[in-house]
T-cell receptor, first 118, second 116 residues
Framework: GAVVSQHPSWVICKSGTSVKIECRSL??????MFWYRQFPKQSLMLMATSNEGSKATYEQGVEKDKFLINHASLTLSTLTVTSAHPEDSSFYIC??????????????FGEGSRLTVL | AQSVAQPEDQVNVAEGNPLTVKCTYS??????LFWYVQYPNRGLQFLLK??????LVKGSYGFEAEFNKSQTSFHLKKPSALVSDSALYFC??????????????FGSGTRLQVQP
């Protein structure tokens, strides 16, 4: 299947700093990527839909100024957690659908990024 | 609105026995249905999907799922479980009528524990 690369896998930062997480589709193009957040022993909650060349669409309750999303190319989306606080500690997972597969295509997921804010 | 329910937090099965992980869904139109598996501290791996056609879908690692429209279910099955199948399983849905939402909605997950 298609490969989505997510970096970094683990990051520890101090409270008040910003952290950038990258999501790349390695062998396909994606006009849309999705950022999910997963709390321990819980399901995936959609945070936002990243749209290539335009603004991201955020889910209700997700602060767009705190979770900055940039989708500058067909293979790269970034999530920046700004002024991180301990409650932002979580497992962040990105996913993408191959542009060529259409709306019925499955999502391919990155390996996730575990953020710990001290 | 679209939603998915996985009624069991955990399923325990002995190695070699058949396994079933349950999933029901709710959509306005027709569903696209998916099963994913997650190992600890990893992303999700795609197992199989139902889009249209044959109600019985075969996927990776010997897994299959049966789409039942009348019961709005999409249970995951495997004839003979392996210890290595132990993981967290997620059912997901996308409503074909909801053209504005392109992401998948996930169930709460079911932990499968296969005992040797």
């Amino acid at each position: 299947g298609a490969v989505v690369s997510q970096h970094p896998s683990w990051v520890i930062c101090k409270s008040g700093t910003s952290v950038k997480i990258e999501c790349r589709s390695l062998d396909f193009q994606a006009t849309t990527m999705f950022w999910y957040r997963q709390f321990p022993k819980q399901s995936l909650m959609l945070m936002a839909t990243s749209n290539e060349g335009s603004k991201a669409t955020y889910e209700q309750g997700v602060e767009k100024d705190k979770f900055l999303i940039n989708h500058a190319s067909l293979t790269l989306s970034t999530l920046t957690v700004t002024s991180a606080h301990p409650e932002d500690s979580s497992f962040y997972i990105c996913s993408a659908r191959d542009l060529a597969s259409g709306s019925a295509g499955e999502l391919f997921f990155g390996e996730g990024s575990r953020l710990t804010v001290l | 609105a679209q939603s998915v329910a996985q009624p069991e937090d955990q399923v325990n099965v002995a190695e070699g026995n058949p396994l079933t992980v349950k999933c029901t869904y709710s959509v306005s139109g027709n569903p696209y249905l998916f099963w994913y598996v997650q190992y600890p501290n990893r992303g999700l791996q795609f197992l199989l999907k139902y889009i249209t056609g044959d109600n019985l879908v075969k996927g990776s690692y010997g897994f299959e799922a049966e789409f039942n429209k009348s019961q709005t279910s999409f249970h995951l099955k495997k004839p003979s479980a392996l210890v290595s199948d132990s993981a967290l399983y997620f059912c997901a849905v996308r409503d074909t009528m909801d053209t504005g939402r392109r992401a998948l909605t996930f169930g709460s997950g079911t932990r499968l524990q296969v005992q040797p």
